[in-house]
């Protein structure tokens, strides 16, 4: 079956300009994590839903990212005022969420993020 | 959260026996122990989790002592398809939830 797909996956942007990434997670899924990545450097958590609200977002760094998921499926990142700093892979995952075993989170190929 | 370290880089050849550890001496009573692996230009992908003792699947096999304070993530007979960073995780959610990454180990296998 499809796998997560995440779009654009690259975004050259300038400095000071709106973005937008598209998470489109695997069918079914409840849980929906969102990731950056710098290079040589492991993923750093961003936010996490659970359905359509956020069940924890407290690795936003700052208010200029927002995440929304308004159906429960298609998830998008928001990022205001680009700054040169918020280049990177920004990697989407879902998971099922069942009580009685582990969830493992299945990962996007990602959107590599270029502020210029 | 409990802070991992693992080597940076590991070299091997080809049907080699891999064995990568983890240290996590601070692991809590309530901490599960999950590995991931990552190749160039894709995302993370699950690999095996444990608590204690010895868990095997098709892909690895995940040694944890008694004490928990480490951890060993063992690949059988590398193959060239197998070099990628390796990441050791600890968290006190089995089910999942959020992941918490450190610098991951870069395993690069030789023919």
């Known amino acids: 079956g499809a796998g997560v797909s995440q779009t654009p996956s690259n975004k050259v942007t300038e400095k000071g300009k709106y973005v937008e990434l598209r998470c489109d997670p695997i069918?079914?899924?409840?849980?929906l994590y969102w990731y950056r990545q710098s290079l040589g450097q492991g993923p750093e958590f961003l936010i996490y839903?659970?359905?359509?609200?956020?069940?924890?977002d407290s690795g936003l760094p700052n208010d200029r990212f927002f995440a929304v998921r308004p159906e429960g499926s298609v998830s998008t990142l928001k990022i205001q005022r680009t700054e040169r700093g918020d280049s990177a892979v920004y990697l989407c995952?879902?998971?099922?969420?069942?009580?009685?075993?582990?969830?493992?989170?299945?990962f996007g190929p990602g959107t590599r993020l270029t502020v210029l | 959260l409990a802070k991992t370290t693992q080597p940076i880089s590991m070299d091997s050849y080809e049907g080699q026996e891999v064995n990568i550890t983890c240290s996590h001496n601070?692991?809590?009573?309530?901490?599960?122990i999950t590995w991931y692996q990552q190749f160039p230009s894709q995302g993370p992908r699950f690999i095996i989790q444990?608590?204690?003792t010895k868990v095997t699947n098709e892909v690895a096999s995940l040694f944890i002592p008694a004490d928990r304070k480490s951890s060993t993530l063992s690949l059988p007979r590398v193959s060239l398809s197998d070099t990628a960073v390796y990441y050791c995780?600890?968290?006190?959610?089995?089910?999942?939830?959020?992941?918490?990454f450190g610098q991951g180990t870069e395993l690069s296998v030789k023919p």
């Open positions: 995780l600890v968290g006190d959610t089995p089910q999942g939830g959020k992941l918490i």
């Open positions: 601070n692991i809590a009573t309530n901490d599960y």
């Open positions: 839903f659970q359905g359509t609200g956020a069940a924890d």
């Open positions: 995952a879902s998971s099922s969420w069942t009580v009685s075993s582990y969830n493992e989170q299945f």
């Open positions: 069918s079914g899924h409840t849980a």
């Open positions: 444990g608590y204690k």
